[in-house]
């Protein structure tokens, strides 16, 4: 067993009689500076699901005219990127466009053998 230095013990002693600390309280989230761009970008990609595939706008576009529009400072594309990325997915999907989710399952029967692939 090895030995405890008198700090530890002292430490161990203090909680025993006064019991352990209260949790921390977790600090209130902080807005990002993109918060007030989210409901604009928002609009565009819900604009989007309109028009054809090739007059859609590229996320390099929302942030061009966010910048010009909007007068957007101190985001950068790296963040708007990710934004649109996760946003897109789930604004197709409440509007019915997602992916289809398809299962096949696939059974081997008995006595199944693969067929060869060797050239004669």
Do not use: N
Not at 22 to 46: A, H, N
Not at 61 to 73: C, G, K, N, S, Y
């Amino acid at each position: 067993m090895t030995a405890l230095g008198a700090v530890t013990v002292l430490v161990f002693v203090a909680c025993d009689r006064r019991g352990w600390p209260e949790p921390r309280k977790k600090p209130p989230p902080r807005l990002s500076k993109l918060d007030l761009f989210k409901p604009v970008i928002d609009g565009v990609l819900r604009a989007d699901l309109d028009v054809p595939r090739k007059q859609r706008h590229t996320v390099k576009r929302i942030f061009d005219r966010l910048i010009a529009e909007h007068a957007m400072v101190d985001v950068s594309y790296q963040v708007v990127r990710a934004y649109v990325a996760v946003r897109k997915l789930e604004i197709r999907t409440e509007a019915g466009h997602g992916p289809v989710e398809v299962f096949v399952p696939h059974h081997i029967g008995p006595g199944w053998k693969p067929r060869s692939t060797s050239v004669r």
